[in-house]
């Protein structure tokens, strides 16, 4: 039981970061706070492929003089190092898209955004009344 | 011991910013949990990937982040009680009628089912650190026991990044170029009138800021240059040294503000065509290694002396490209992003 705990418990922190980030992305209501939760469920898949790569005792994959001590596996860090700048290029194709959805809507909120867009679609008007008319919808409603 | 110190401290850090109300302070934790991940990998020996977060996730994603909360809104709204008050006292629920009442104790369950799961199946897996997993005894040896006499770059990450996986980091970087064409056209507008008077005279009376990124700002561009140059013998390389080189930019940029940027004449006038260059670079040596008789990227046929010697300096040439491709195209979602407008 210790040695299962032992050998494994780094995955099992890797889960919990990954749920944590997890739960944000379902639950809350802010699309930040979505993003924020897609990040940090990011990170949680890149440490558990860093961690495959560790081999006990071994040194940074960069060739050494010393012979006879092991290297880690390059392969992992290679496919992670590409994926933390695409990471952080899709967070910002996110986060203009959020600017955008702001700029429509003026609020962040998803459910705020979901009524919204239903109560402009039932509506046959110009766009810009529709605006209007879902925010005072909206006021009223709450 | 310090490991688990280290990851528990991440988990916190988590945890701290999902609950936050004010976005801003979910942010900088974020930017904490990027630079504790980043001890984290140098503690893994992933020295390359560690030298990526730093610049990436505790940098660049901090500071996009900010930006785009100056142009939304910076509190969360409509969830008054955390998740414990929730579990406490269910009858203090304000809800709106279209949320439904059971959302977080639905998505609660979900997570808990997922995570079950997912530690079930970690039951199975090779222990850390075991030099006999899977991962690590087929592929791997003969990377380390033949990349350095077949590429001549003595470190592995590079080798396999720029030779082995050449048209994947192509891919990587087409990718990174996408998204900085995707964020033109989602908010670049033709009128630059830009409405920073204001914080202008604030800043004005940061002067040790400004002094300090005046002197900094050379030096941090003289080290990502040679970041990308010595990529090949030591951790660092194209992705890097242009993240570093575009946060240097944008270090001047919140110093001394969006229009004072904007006069740097080279972002301005050939900012987009920067983006494509170093793609272009990148498949460019592709098309060369085709024309002097090889595959596409086999950099060993390019006529630059012998086999080795040209397959590390098209590995060279290709960082390079990677480089003015990612420094580019970071500047460029630097500034289309914190852009104000009236």
Known sequence: MIELILGKYNYWVYITLMMIGFYA??????????????????????????????????????????????????IPHVLILTAIVVSVSTTAVALALIIRIFKEYGTIEEDKILI??????????????KFLSSTSLLQKGE | MIDLMLLLFLVVCAIAAVSMKDLLSTTI???????????????????DVAFTE????AGITTVLIIAALSRTK??????????????????????????????????LFIVLITGAVLIYGTIDMPDFGDPDAPANIHLAKRFIEESYEETGVPNFVTAILASYRGYDTLGETTVIFTAGISLILLLRR????????????????????????????????????????HGELSPGGGFQGGVIFGSSIILYVIAFGLEEGRKVRIFRE??????????????????????????????????????????SLGIYGIEIGVGITVA???ITIFFITARHER
Not at chain 1, 40 to 69: C, D, H, M, N, R
Not at chain 1, 116 to 129: A, R
Not at chain 2, 30 to 43: A, E, F, K, P
């Open chain 1, 116 to 129: 919204m867009s239903e109560v402009s679609g039932k509506q046959d008007s110009t766009e810009n009344s």
């Open chain 2, 328 to 330: 580019a195209v970071m």
């Open chain 1, 25 to 74: 992305m379902i639950e809350k209501e802010n699309l930040i706070k979505k993003i924020i939760g897609m990040n940090i469920f990011q990170t949680a898949v890149f440490l558990f492929y860093i961690s495959i790569a560790k081999v006990k005792g071994g040194t940074a994959p960069i060739l050494w003089e010393k012979e006879g001590i092991p290297y880690d596996n390059p």
């Open chain 2, 54 to 57: 730093a610049s990436v996730g």
């Open chain 2, 74 to 107: 910076r509190e969360e709204e409509g969830q008054e009680y955390g998740m414990w008050s929730k579990l406490l006292n269910p009858q203090d629920l304000k809800l709106t009628d279209k949320q439904s009442p059971l959302l977080w104790l639905t998505s």
């Open chain 2, 270 to 311: 050939m900012g987009d065509l920067l983006n494509s260059t170093g793609v272009l670079i990148y498949a460019g040596i592709g098309v060369l290694c085709l024309l002097a008789g090889g595959a596409y990227l086999e950099y060993d046929k390019l006529p630059l002396g012998s086999e080795k010697m040209a397959s």
């Open chain 2, 190 to 229: 033709k009128s630059y009138i830009c409405d920073t008077t204001i914080k202008e005279k604030e800043m004005k009376e940061h002067i040790v800021i400004r002094t300090i990124s005046r002197i900094l700002i050379p030096f941090v561009q003289l080290y990502a240059l040679y970041v990308i140059a």
């Open chain 2, 29 to 47: 934790i974020l930017g904490v949990y990027s630079l504790i991940m980043t001890v984290v990998w140098t503690r893994l020996n992933a020295v």
